[in-house]
């Protein structure tokens, strides 16, 4: 009986499933840009710092701009990037440096005619404090491919080491790296280092730097840091699907398209290929030392009360044993 009752106690303090938990196994929209003048999303990134914020800047445009929008696709800001061109913005990604800000990098790295320009650009901005429309100073790097012009729409940045990664829109593409330290003062080279998908029209790293994900028209594909491939999940069916980054949790995909009033879906990322938990260190010198009965109770999935109670228990049935074995001698 008392294995039967613990058995129901258990049951009954499982905790509940969610009721939109089936929802969240299923891509859906999650908003749609608001904002006319975002006519051809180019690029997506999640704000480092914000919460529930968005940027994206347009494929091509009189002048070098970027938005900030809230989780229902309304603008919370416009912003103008000083010193900066837009040949042909095509991607943008999202990091924190070394003190943990935020920092916004906007590739112009599009060349529809492989070796129109002589280099190719991508701006280091900061990411803004404030959501107030302004004016943003840029780092501008310049770079060249190790082995010939190429199109590209794809850039991102690996979370631990900072460095950035340009892929190649072609039929056989490929994973270019930047040099670990880039040079603002002279044009740095990009050496390829991995192999992409066929016409990949962008890429992003996950926030915990556990893998990679490079889009196209059709899907995403997913990759280890190695380039190892893990698994290619099915992207809605978008009227451009152009652009493509992770959820700050990692856990999904958000993916975009071109077009006026386009919208941005969420994409469930499969289980295997979800980011392992890293363990948190432990302090013992913080840790309060577990006495016995604490040991004991947590070993057992019991309360305090509970080995009280069984304690008495055994030591009642000692006590019997022990009286009938001295009445049958």
Known sequence: MIRILAAVAAFCLLPAAPAH????DEPRRLFTFQDPAITESSGLAVSPTHDDVYYTHNDSAAAPTFYAVDGKGRTLATYQ?????ARDWEAMAASRDAEGRGVLWFADIGDNLNGAWP????????????LSDATLPATRYRFRYADGARNAEGIMVEPDTGRLYVVSKEFAGSVYAAPKRLRSDRVNVLRKVASAPLMATDAAYAPDGSSY??????????????????????MPDLQQ???IA????????LAGSEGPRSPVYR??????????PKPSPVRAEKEPVADAEDVASESAGLTATDV???LAVAVGAIGVITFLARRTR
């Not at 938990?21 to 969240?24: E, G, H, L, V």
Request: charged share 25%; net charge positive; glycine share 4%.
């Open 21 to 24: 938990a089936a929802a969240d």
């Open 81 to 85: 990037v000083r010193g900066a061109e």
């Open 119 to 130: 280099d190719i650009s991508v701006y280091k901005v900061m990411e803004p404090r404030r």
């Open 213 to 234: 994900v490079i889009r196209t028209y059709f899907s995403a594909t997913l990759y280890r840091p190695s380039g190892e491939l893990i698994t290619k999940v099915t």
């Open 241 to 243: 699907a152009e652009s």
């Open 246 to 253: 992770y959820t700050r949790d990692g856990k999904a995909l």
């Open 267 to 276: 994409v469930p990322i499969p289980e295997r290929a979800l980011p392992t």
């Open 308 to 310: 009280l109670v069984w």
